[in-house]
Each structure stands twice: as structure tokens, then as C-alpha cells.
Nanobody, 131 residues
Framework: VQLQACGGGLVQAGASLRLSCAAS????????MGWFRQAPGREREFVAA???????????HYADSVKGRFTISRDSAKNTMYLQMNSLKPEDTAIYYC??????????????????????WGQGTQVTVSS
């Protein structure tokens, strides 16, 4: 399984970016997938996730710090996941990692925001927001 993230860059506060994560070797049509980020000197933190059981809609989950500004989505036909980031703030500066699990089952709610729940991590894409 390989996850290839892209779309990061340097933007000013208030701008928007859209991150993409293309998967090979694992379908994005079911199971849990999402985004984490890590800023210099800080712990890795949960950003957003989609938790899907297949055959119907999934649920989305967001960190409080990004709720209302970020939107996670996926395109099953392209096997690609996205993170639309609007109204970016300097505190959003970090390396963003896309993640997914080996299991195709839906993840229990209590584990969605936990990094250790995810088996596969992309290489990360840098997002820098200047003030």
C-alpha cells in the first residue's frame, strides 16, 4: 500500500489549499482514512477522518481546531482523498500526513482520532501559512 500526498505549499493567512492523497494497493471506498499533522516541536495531531462501512455514506470527523474550515472528502473512482483547507491560519503550519488502515472495516468511533489506529502513512506534504 502506498499513499502519495501532495498539494501543500506556502500561503498567506486566510488563503485556501487542497491536499490530495492518492492510494495504490488499497481502496478508499471503505474503511477509515484521514489526515494527521505535525508541526515542529509539537506532537502529531489528528486533523480529519472519514469512517466508511461501504455500501453507503460514511461519517466525517474533525479536530475542533479545524472544524468549519477544513473539509475531508474522497473520490472512489480516482481512489483519492482530499482535504480542502480554507481560512488558513499560521497555526495550521505543519507537515500533513494522509493515513489509512489495513482493515477495510469501519473503525470504532473511539479510535478514529488515534494515530496508532492507522497502519499506512503517506510521506507528508508541507503546509506553511504566513501571517
Amino acid at each position: 500500500v502506498q499513499l502519495q500526498a501532495c498539494g501543500g505549499g506556502l500561503v498567506q493567512a486566510g488563503a485556501s489549499l487542497r491536499l490530495s492523497c492518492a492510494a495504490s494497493g488499497r481502496t478508499f471506498s471503505t474503511g477509515a482514512m484521514g489526515w494527521f499533522r505535525q508541526a515542529p516541536g509539537r506532537e502529531r495531531e489528528f486533523v480529519a477522518a472519514i469512517n466508511h462501512s461501504g455500501g453507503g455514506g460514511g461519517t466525517t470527523h474533525y479536530a475542533d481546531s479545524v472544524k468549519g474550515r477544513f473539509t475531508i472528502s474522497r473520490d472512489s473512482a480516482k481512489n483519492t482523498m482530499y482535504l480542502q483547507m480554507n481560512s488558513l491560519k499560521p497555526e495550521d503550519t505543519a507537515i500533513y500526513y494522509c493515513v489509512t488502515r489495513r482493515s477495510l472495516n469501519r473503525l470504532v468511533l473511539s479510535a478514529v482520532r488515534t494515530a496508532s489506529s492507522y497502519d499506512y502513512w503517506g510521506q507528508g506534504t508541507q503546509v506553511t501559512v504566513s501571517s
